[in-house]
């Protein structure tokens, strides 16, 4: 019997949490490493896998119907193609950190009834961002391996404008400063981030072969000043981990840093006016409460005053990469304004 729309909708949401499971057992348990140099038994993939073999058998069989692997007619599985792309370790666009940080927030995600009944996290900050050194390693690693797939097409989307200093503030594994110095002649940045993260940006900026143009700063982004007479001030994936309180605080030092015609950029997943869309932010804003303690999703208008109100009197709202994201152009004047004239929150649009 086939089940009534609401019914498949809500069983669909429901039963999601078995599909990325699974996924996360196959990666943990190193199914698709296992498979990156052809295919095998089920006997020789549990072992490989250090499975017993009545397990190995459904976790193989249930990757086959998820499409993250094949089965032969003898029997033997091997990786689908883009199993082999995106979840083996040793290929260069492997995104297996992602996936394990994504299952170590399943843990707080089983907790967001508490948080939302507490309105607290119910995961500290401070174990990704330096305590546990793995899990912060795998966090701004993960990042990076997500995020670099949309950094150069962000960085493609507005001028250089004679920019020549970034300062990334909060740039983790330095992927949008790679990226900006890849687009723009002649730019060199500077990460800051905590102590325990940059020697992990200094592995991927050096990986990157940038390690002359992009060096890093240990900084707390609560207190410090961010430099004086930059071009570009970076704020991206950040502010979304903070109070307005403390945004607000972090952008007025992003202004104080700017040259005369300098741009502060602000780059992140906002909702839109509605707060009901899209989807993903929506969501992101129950993961912020779960994992940030202040943390929160903004709608566009709501950064945008924030920015004003740091001093940034015009700002322009570019569509980033990812559909959910924008990027937030603030300067002082008209400088960087596409020359539409600003909407009811002062800001200018483009698609
Ligand atoms: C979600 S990540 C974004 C990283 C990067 N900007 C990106 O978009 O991929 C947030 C970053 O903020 C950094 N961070 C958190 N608290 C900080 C603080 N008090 N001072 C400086 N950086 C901080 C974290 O270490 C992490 O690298």
């Known amino acids: 019997m086939a089940l009534d729309l609401g019914m498949a909708q809500i069983s669909q949401m429901a039963f999601g949490y078995w599909q990325a499971q699974a996924l996360f057992a196959a990666v943990r ?8 140099g052809g295919s095998l038994t089920v006997e020789k993939a549990a072992a490989a896998c ?5 397990s190995a058998l459904r976790l193989l069989d249930a990757c086959v119907a998820l499409r993250l692997l094949t089965r032969s007619a003898d029997g033997e599985y091997a990786n689908t193609p883009h199993a082999q792309r995106l979840l083996t370790e040793g290929s260069a666009e492997s995104v297996t950190r992602w996936v394990k940080v994504m299952a170590r927030w399943y843990e707080p995600w089983g907790g967001v009834t508490q948080a939302l009944q507490d309105g607290q996290p119910v995961e500290e900050r401070r174990l990704r961002l330096g305590d546990d050194e793995e899990y912060a390693a795998d966090f701004i690693l993960g990042m990076h391996e997500y995020n670099s797939r949309s950094a150069t097409a962000l960085a493609q989307l507005i001028p250089q404008q004679g920019a ?9 594994a330095g992927t949008y400063s790679i990226a900006f110095c890849g687009q723009w002649p002649g730019l060199t940045g500077e990460v ?3 102590p325990a993260v940059l020697p992990l940006t200094e592995r991927t900026v050096a990986r990157a072969g940038l390690a002359d143009r992009i060096r890093v700063r240990a900084g707390d982004y609560y207190t410090d000043r961010f430099g004086s007479g930059v071009d570009v001030v970076l704020l991206s994936n950040v502010l979304h981990q903070e109070s307005p309180e403390a945004a607000l605080d972090i952008l007025r030092r992003a202004r104080e840093a700017l040259s005369e015609s300098g741009r502060v950029l602000v780059h992140g997943h906002f909702l839109d006016e509605t707060r009901t869309a899209p989807l993903f932010t929506t969501l992101h804003n129950l993961s912020a409460l779960a994992l940030w303690d202040g943390g929160r999703s903004y709608t566009v208008a709501e950064m945008v005053e924030l920015m004003r109100r740091a001093g940034l009197t015009d700002v ?3 569509q980033a990469p990812e559909a959910s994201a924008k990027l937030l152009v603030g300067t002082v004047g008209t400088v960087g304004s596409v020359g539409t004239p600003p909407g009811a929150d002062g800001s200018h649009e483009r698609a």
């Open 29 to 36: 348990t190193g199914v698709f490493d296992a498979l990156a």
């Open 316 to 318: 322009e709202v570019v």
């Open 164 to 172: 020549g200093t970034l300062v990334d503030v909060g740039g983790g």
């Open 192 to 194: 800051i981030d905590l």
């Open 50 to 54: 250090a499975l017993p073999e009545d």
